[in-house]
């Protein structure tokens, strides 16, 4: 047959290699975000190493660095584990109580994802700033930050708990109850177990979210120097005092941290699965 | 039956102390001197131009993130080549990138003294927030999209082909209206995202009342540079007013995506 | 006519079909039957275009279009899910492809309306897939195919998600929308109750493999090999004979060279009965019986009987190897 010959039909790599966009789709999607995100992140990390080791060393470990790094992680650590408290609780009454307004209540919870971060951060300083109606005067301190991040990661774990909680077998539940458990051990045995993975994976986003956080911060954090200063208000102060290799030092440090993180979490979650 | 009140008090108790209370607080610091008051705020010059700044970026994000969003959606969810692992990863990475890092990334790339040499001066004006703002919400129309396309499979699009449709007449008969609804969505959080944008845009953009200052550096530049906390408090109020919509929106369309 | 030559496809290390031939008769309803992942599907994809094959033709209608792309094939393509535009109304749906070749409005709405009727779907354009039962769609999904008038119907799977009654009034219904439109139809199925009962012609495949072509009666009673046997119908094997159970036939006497076997165990299955045996060596068989023979004999278990083939030598076969023990 002289049709034996056919060369492959060009269609058939189109499937195989960009699939419904084809070869060239790849290539426009692959070059938009090597140019979006890539390489200017490449940037930051050619710029960090441009004194070599040392110089990124250096940079990172100056006092007010140093001193922003490790308070941006401990604070954001703590956030985290509140918001494993916090968030558990709220998902919980989400979803197994009931009164007028859950609904409502529910949609609240979104309300930090879309309200712009400045405005959270001026959203809580007219509460709790200089001119507190209620006296409490949380402005340029350790509490303020906190609340900022509590503010801005509040709907990370609620999120991810909430359709585990719902799904999470109740027979089992009743079950351990009429074997005599009581609430809190049948919480304890029965479902945080099954809820562990959506706690971490809920966590580590929180964590994520905390650590480069800037806008909700800066209002009412008022970024003191090695007292308040978090580590992306550290970074845009050396962009505006023009040492950027300053600036990408301490971005690459951040950047490694939360990697570090989430590539931690994702690890346990996946061992936890299969073990 | 007590142990639920109390924990239910307890959960209620947390959200009015971090979010309801504090925005009441700021509503009612805005209009206390009336609506009048408000609107004369948010209409100065320097308001005025800021909005429509903040509306021309989104209008330029959001066309851009759909197109590239849809085409990398494409390639992800019905490719098959080496790397994909890889450009999964970048698709995400926008999520765990402080926005303040982002503007630097742009400055040492795009800027001066940046790879590119500054041949393309994007960074102080319009351009430079446009990147940054398509950076942090490059995710959304993605996420959004693949998991859809991957659900409705090809055979719908492969029924179509095997009916005389062209690609191009697929794309648009059969595919786009499938995944309207995630792409509304992707769109929403874009829109979202790209008015409520700050931390990046503090460090590439100029901030320069009148011409390079968006909503929220407005917001940021009247609290800290003049003073003026009820001017903050009303232009934060109008952005609040935004995120509201955004939400009505998002129910909607979650909506829909159930239905 | 479709004709296939020596199609190979291999996605990835596996091979799907290897070196495949295959004629479709016009106007014919032919059966591609085959276990799950022989390839069936895979070869209905080649021939609609949906997949390109590695080597060999596919001819249509004398035309070749190994690599052409599916929309210019001139084909009607059913899916086991229905594929149904799920955002269309039943009328948009069915007038989709007509639509595309910018066909005038009234000349759509015309066609939809005849096509709805003849698949009887007559009072349901207006409504959406998702308003349909499973078989309601799989009809709209034929009408829908049947619109373009394609030279060729290609059916994968068509009934396979449906319950067995409707799968059954579909099946027959199929059988005699074909009498009528006579458009030369490939329908792929792992049924071989399906394939026997509304096919003219069956294509047996397996393994990458199509092992027999011919008529369902053909097929039955003359099967090329062990494998074609035992998936068109159940298989007795008696010493290294394989043979149909009911060309086994029993009997209370010795006679001839009738081999000696015990009843282990007797079902009524309605109209059949079912005789589990076990000959001297130990080897056990099977029998189906009438209803009215199995009365004659008055077996239960424990009985001794005598065990004799009957029927049509050609449709025995000499056991070659285990390929059988794949199917049972
Ligand atoms: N796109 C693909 N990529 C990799 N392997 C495939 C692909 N399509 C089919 N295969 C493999 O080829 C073999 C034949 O598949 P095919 O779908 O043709 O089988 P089938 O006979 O239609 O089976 P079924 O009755 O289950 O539908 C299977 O083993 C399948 O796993
Ligand atoms: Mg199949």
New binding site residues.
């Given amino acids: 047959m002289a049709s034996l010959a056919v060369p492959k039909p060009p269609a058939r790599t189109r499937r195989s290699l960009g699939g419904g966009v084809g070869p060239i789709g790849l290539g426009v999607a692959t070059l938009w975000l090597s140019l979006i995100v890539l390489l200017p992140l490449a940037a930051v990390l050619t710029k960090s190493l441009e004194g070599g080791l040392g110089g990124f060393w250096d940079a990172i470990s100056a006092p007010s660095a140093r001193y922003a790094l490790l308070l941006t992680t401990a604070i954001s650590a703590l956030v985290a584990l509140i918001n494993v408290v916090t968030g558990t609780l709220i998902a919980w009454v989400l979803v197994r109580d009931d009164f007028r307004g859950k609904s409502l209540v529910n949609a609240i919870i979104d309300l930090p994802f879309a309200l712009p971060t400045i405005v959270a951060s001026i959203v809580l300083l007219s509460l709790y700033g200089p001119r507190s109606p209620v006296g409490i005067h949380l402005y340029a301190t350790k509490p303020a930050v906190i609340l900022a991040l509590a503010f801005v990661t509040l709907p990370f774990v609620v999120r991810s708990v909430q359709p585990v909680l719902m799904e999470v077998d109740r027979e089992a539940e009743q079950a351990a109850a009429s074997l005599g458990a009581s609430g809190w051990t049948t919480f304890r045995r029965i479902i945080l177990p099954a809820l562990y993975p959506a706690l971490l994976g809920g966590a580590g986003l929180a964590f994520a979210r905390a650590i480069g956080e800037f806008g909700s911060v800066v209002l009412i954090g008022g970024g003191i120097p090695r007292d308040t200063e978090v580590a992306s208000q550290y970074i845009a102060k050396q962009i505006e005092t023009d040492r950027p290799a300053s600036a990408a030092a301490v971005s690459v440090a951040l950047l490694l941290i939360s990697f570090a993180v989430l590539f931690a979490i994702r690890w346990f979650t996946k061992r936890k699965d299969v073990g | 039956m007590s142990t639920r009140i109390a924990l239910r008090s307890v959960a209620l108790t947390y959200l009015g102390v971090l979010v309801v209370v504090p925005l009441a607080m700021i509503f009612y610091r805005t209009f206390e001197d009336g609506f009048v008051a408000f609107f004369e705020s948010v209409t100065t010059p320097a308001a005025i131009s800021a909005i429509s700044l903040s509306l021309t970026i989104v209008a330029i994000v959001v066309p851009l993130n759909v197109v590239f969003g849809l085409v990398t959606a494409l390639a992800l969810a019905r490719g098959n080549f080496p790397g994909k692992g890889l450009l999964q990863a970048v698709v995400d990475l926008p999520f765990a990138v402080s926005p303040v890092i982002v503007g630097v990334a742009l400055i040492l790339f795009w800027g001066n003294d940046g790879w590119l040499g500054g041949a393309f001066p994007v960074i102080f004006s319009l351009p430079g927030m446009v990147l940054a703002t398509v950076f942090v919400t490059l995710p959304f129309v993605v996420r959004e999209v693949e998991p859809v396309l991957r659900e409705i499979g090809t055979e719908q699009e492969e029924a179509a082909s095997t009916l005389g449709a062209s690609r191009w007449q697929t794309f648009w008969r059969i595919t786009l209206p499938a995944i309207r609804v995630g792409v509304g969505y992707g769109v929403v959080l874009t829109v979202a995202r790209s008015l409520g944008e700050f931390g990046a845009l503090t460090v590439v953009a100029g901030g320069v009342a009148g011409e390079s200052q968006t909503l929220t550096l407005l917001v940021h530049a009247r609290y800290i540079d003049d003073h003026n906390t009820f001017g903050a408090y009303s232009a934060a109020t109008v952005l609040m007013g935004l995120a509201l919509v955004t939400l009505v929106l998002m129910t909607l369309l979650e909506r829909r995506r159930e239905a | 006519m479709i004709t296939v030559t020596n199609v190979s496809?291999r996605?990835?290390d596996?091979?799907?079909?290897d070196d495949v031939s295959l004629e479709v008769p016009d106007g014919s309803l032919t059966a591609?039957l085959?276990?799950?992942?022989?390839?069936?599907?895979?070869?209905?994809?080649i021939i609609g275009g949906l997949?390109f094959a590695d080597s060999g033709s596919v001819v249509i209608h004398g035309e070749d279009v190994t690599g052409v792309v599916p929309q210019k094939r001139g084909i009607g393509f059913v899916f086991?899910h229905y594929a149904a535009f799920k955002h269309m109304t039943v009328h948009d749906n069915v007038g989709f492809g007509l639509k595309i070749r910018k066909t005038p409005k009234e000349r759509i709405d015309e066609r939809v309306n005849e096509l709805l009727k003849i698949v009887g779907l007559g009072g349901f354009a207006k409504r959406y897939p998702s308003q349909l039962s499973g078989g309601q769609r799989q009809r709209m999904a034929l009408a829908r195919a049947l619109a373009v008038e394609p030279r060729v119907l290609l059916l994968?799977?068509p009934f396979?998600a449906l319950d067995a009654k409707v799968r059954a009034e579909l099946r027959e219904w199929l059988r005699r929308l074909h009498e009528e439109v006579h458009v030369t139809t490939l329908l792929?199925?792992?049924d071989q109750e399906e394939a026997l009962s509304i096919a003219d012609n069956i294509a047996v495949?397996d393994n990458?493999h199509i092992e027999q072509v011919g008529g369902p009666r053909e097929l039955y009673d003359r099967p090329a090999n062990s494998f074609v046997m035992g998936f068109l119908g159940p298989v007795a094997q008696v010493d290294d004979t394989l043979v149909r159970p009911h060309d086994i036939s029993l009997l209370s006497r010795p006679e001839g060279d009738a081999r000696e076997a015990q009843v282990t165990r007797v079902s009524h299955l309605g109209f059949e009965v079912r005789v589990e045996l076990q000959l001297g060596d130990g080897q056990p068989v099977f029998a189906q019986l009438t209803r009215t023979e199995a009365a004659q004999l008055e077996l239960s278990a424990g009985d001794i009987v005598w065990l004799a083939l009957t029927g049509d030598r050609d449709a025995r076969l000499v056991s070659e190897d285990d390929r059988l023990d794949a199917v049972a």
Wanted: no cysteine.
């Fill in positions: 496809k996605f990835g596996f091979t799907a079909l591609l085959g276990p799950s992942g022989s390839g069936k599907s895979t070869l209905l994809r997949e086991q994968d799977e396979g792929v199925t792992h495949m990458a």
